[in-house]
């Protein structure tokens, strides 16, 4: 069975500062996916890393795969109260039997307070 | 498009009452899944379904079965109720297994 640790669990901050959320595991992914949730909503994709070491970044939001794709990290930069949500990890395995399936991190509950 | 949606909302249950959840979508995607909510634990997978006819146990199937009869709708259906299958249910789909998966708006459940 794959896991995904996600750390932290719970993170709450003042508007204006930074923050990094962690997603680790002992697995290798072929993918990694970022989904952002708000209170009675379903998850809605951010961005999704496939290559290791890569960087992508969606305005304030920078996304990392590492280098061996088992971890990848969500930096958030100058949060804003509208960053307020669920953030869940999901690493996505091509093959094997896992094809198909997506392994979900426990998720981090940001609240960015004015 | 509507995208994914659920029926119902939210809905209480007895312990031993029967209940089906129903999942439609629009897309014409070949991949859905039923997941679990609970706090602290992230979405786990109940079943899924690669297309039409077809299903596959996930992570926590127990206590659950599925079917899909058409390509657009994924039911999920519990037998007897039980109070630990109280959570917020939600249903997901795809065009591919390694892609975006879009997600409904969840049905919670509560089991008394």
């Known amino acids: 069975t794959q896991l995904l640790e996600q750390s932290p669990q719970f993170l709450s901050i003042q508007e204006g500062e930074n923050l990094t959320v962690y997603c680790n595991s002992s697995?290798?992914?072929?993918?990694l996916q970022w989904y952002r949730q708000e209170p009675g909503e379903g998850p809605v994709l951010l961005v999704t890393?496939?290559?290791?070491?890569e960087v992508k970044k969606l305005k304030r939001l920078t996304f990392q795969f590492g280098d061996a794709r088992k971890d990848s990290s969500l930096h958030i930069t100058a949060a804003q109260p509208g960053d307020t949500g669920l953030y869940l990890c999901a690493g996505n395995n091509a093959g094997g039997t896992s094809y198909g399936k997506l392994t979900f991190g426990q998720g981090t509950i940001l609240t960015v307070h004015p | 498009n509507a995208g994914v949606t659920q029926t119902p909302k939210f809905r209480v249950l007895k312990t031993g009452q029967s209940m089906t959840l129903l999942c439609a979508q629009d897309?014409?995607?070949?991949?859905m899944y039923w997941y679990r909510q609970d706090p602290g634990m992230g979405l786990r997978l109940i079943h899924y379904?690669?297309?039409?006819?077809?299903?596959a146990k996930g992570e926590v199937p127990d206590g659950y079965n599925v079917s899909r009869l058409k390509k657009q709708n994924f039911l999920l259906g519990l037998e007897s109720a039980a109070p630990s299958q109280t959570s917020v249910y939600f249903c997901?789909?795809?065009?591919?297994?390694?892609?975006?998966?879009?997600f409904g708006p969840g049905t919670r459940l509560t089991v008394l």
């Open positions: 997901a789909s795809s065009y591919s297994p390694i892609v975006e998966q879009f």
């Open positions: 897309m014409n995607h070949e991949y």
């Open positions: 697995s290798v992914f072929s993918s």
């Open positions: 890393v496939v290559t290791g070491g």
């Open positions: 379904s690669v297309g039409e006819g077809t299903t």
